[in-house]
């Protein structure tokens, strides 16, 4: 059973910075792309950022530049920097893994899923 403890979320403002860390009890966590999701009320939830297991990074285009994605494979966990951050970031951001980079990328469907950690930025 994959577990996954998401947090680091809280309120900001616009403009400012938060980092998230999620930890993952997944056996060959190095072996695993790794992903960042958001979900906003009312809405699906979204891929944020990915990392493959060789560091291959991919981000939404309403993220470029002001989200990265990295990894600590010694700590088993996932870190999201958000800078420069606005209103529409708000939401509850979730993470996951998973052996197939393509599934990662497509959210993972069917898996487990943590708490998330909600982040809301103020105007």
């Known amino acids: 059973q994959v577990q996954l403890v998401e947090s680091g979320g809280g309120l900001v403002q616009a403009g400012g910075s938060l980092r998230l860390s999620c930890t993952i009890s997944r056996s060959s966590f190095s072996a695993n792309a790794l992903g960042w999701y958001r979900q906003a009320p009312g809405k699906q939830r979204e891929l944020v950022a990915a990392i493959s297991s060789g560091g291959t990074t991919t981000y939404a285009d309403f993220v470029k530049g002001r989200f990265t994605i990295s990894r600590d494979n010694a700590k088993n966990t996932v870190y999201l920097r958000m800078n420069s951050m606005k209103p529409e970031d708000t939401a509850v951001y979730y993470c996951?893994?998973?052996?197939?980079?393509?599934?990662?990328?497509?959210?993972?469907?069917?898996?487990?899923w943590g708490q998330g950690t909600q982040v809301t930025v103020s105007s």
């Open positions: 996951n893994a998973d052996s197939s980079w393509v599934r990662v990328l497509g959210g993972v469907r069917g898996g487990s």
